[in-house]
């Protein structure tokens, strides 16, 4: 009898396993589906099709097939508003198996409680030939204003560069002026212009040029400068089979990526392809063994997920790990001792004001890391500086700059914004030093 119990549990045992292996390799396999495949409407109420497609698209998150993190317990519709006669916005809160789910991000909802999550979208529908309504698109409602809103679009159209004035801001170690890009090695007593800088380092997705370029999204020192551009015309050095054929691209604008530098403080340049990106926010850092570079390399929902390169010869390039939150980021920085900070948009979680990382490893692993509260600065009930607009090393001494980022409710008149400053002995932990303004002012 022992013998036969035995036998059972052994069994049993292998039974578990062998179910434990399966479900890994199901999981580790596992695809989100395409939201947009479940998208017909038989009737022109879009209102009703939009809850009746968010119901079904979760129902597709759910059993024993989804991997825990992508799981989605049950979703509430809370509302819906009709954007236009094409597009509705629906109001929703989740429900995940796992904290942080995988779905709960790709849908860039916010944190509210345990395993809940409150977020938006905005459906854009299209009516086919045969009368039948489809969904063209989904994505966040800020994106949405930018893609369709009538009074946008004509901002966009009438003047989309923005000048500043030099003066404004002459302690940086860049030049834009008369659609020219410059550096300066001597703080502002000489200029030397950087070939077609403009346009390969200034220009944006949408055809604007960015004149005030982004902290920490360059290197501007006598050893290195060095800016990322993004070309169609190289190949990337890191590749895959092609953008068309590599799947974890869905976003269609791709290019390469690549870092343009000069070793000479600008008397000439040269460029390391790295791999496939677009034009959004992107960091540089120089660090005592090599150069990391960060930049978008997908774009889905209106969020913008990134991937991290490290090159110690400036040809060759390895990916870094990202942390778990790799989408939308505000700051990416690699200090000189090989510290590396990430930052992405806040979220609600009352211990943390935003989602901040570091990383002392070279991203094998990452931590949270808390700037303290300043009380000073709540203004109703609110604490708006958020966003990690910035780091920097000076005499030994970490700094961080945190901004409101798009809470513009804080911004002061012109460009000029009440950022708060930190610093750090040891990189990890932050206190408060100084409120102080960004004062880059218009041209006109």
């Known amino acids: 009898m022992k013998k036969v119990i035995k036998y ?14 399966v479900l890994t390799v199901l999981w580790q396999s596992y695809t989100p589906p395409d939201p947009l495949e479940t998208t017909d409407a038989e009737s022109g109420d879009l209102d009703v099709a939009t809850r009746a497609w968010l119901q079904a698209y979760v129902s597709r998150l759910q059993g024993w097939r989804v991997p825990p993190s992508y799981q989605v317990r049950s979703v509430t519709i809370e509302s819906t508003e009709q954007l236009n006669d094409t597009s509705v916005q629906i109001n929703y809160q989740l429900e995940t198996m796992l904290k942080h789910g995988r779905f709960a991000e790709n849908f860039d909802a916010g944190y509210v409680s345990d395993h809940i999550y409150e977020g938006q979208l905005a459906v854009v529908w299209t009516q086919d030939a045969d009368g039948t309504w489809s969904i063209s698109d989904v994505m966040r409602p800020a994106a949405w204003q930018i893609a369709y809103d009538p009074e946008i679009q004509a901002e966009r159209q009438q003047a989309p560069t923005v000048h500043y004035n030099p003066k404004s801001y002459d302690d940086l170690p860049y030049l834009v002026q008369n659609e020219t890009l410059y550096v300066t090695y001597d703080e502002g007593e000489t200029y ?6 403009y346009d390969k380092v200034c220009l944006q997705s949408n055809g604007t040029h960015l004149e005030r370029l982004r902290t920490n999204g360059y290197i501007v020192t006598p050893e290195l400068t060095a ?113 590396g900070y990430f930052s992405g948009p806040f979220n609600s979680d009352s211990t943390q004001q935003c989602i901040y990382y570091a990383t002392t490893d070279g991203g094998e692993s990452y931590q949270y890391l808390l700037f303290p509260l300043e009380e000073e600065y709540v203004e109703y009930n609110e604490f708006p500086y958020r966003s990690l607009d910035g780091m920097y090393d000076k005499d030994g001494v970490r700094y961080a700059i945190l901004g409101p980022g798009q809470d513009t409710d804080y911004a002061e008149a012109g460009a000029s914004q009440l950022k708060l400053l930190y610093q750090s002995e040891d990189g990890i932990n932050f206190t408060f030093v100084k409120a102080q303004y960004d004062n880059a002012v218009y041209a006109g």
């Open 192 to 197: 030397i212009e950087v070939p077609d800088g």
């Open 227 to 339: 800016f990322l551009i993004y070309s169609d015309e190289v190949q990337p050095s890191v590749t895959y089979a092609s953008k068309e054929d590599y799947d974890y691209y869905s976003y269609s604008g791709l290019e390469t990526a690549c870092l343009y530098y000069s070793l000479d403080e600008g008397q000439s340049w040269q460029t390391s392809p790295i791999a496939y990106g677009y034009r959004a926010n992107d960091f540089l850092s120089l660090t005592t063994e090599g150069v990391y570079a960060s930049f978008a390399v997908d774009r889905a929902l209106g969020s913008d997920y990134y991937t991290c390169y490290f090159s110690s010869d400036l040809t060759n390039w390895t990916a870094v790990d990202l942390p778990e939150h790799q989408s939308n980021l505000t700051c990416v920085y690699w200090a000189p001792d090989g510290t």
């Open 8 to 21: 059972l549990l052994i069994t049993l045992l292998a039974l578990i396993a062998a179910c434990a292996v």
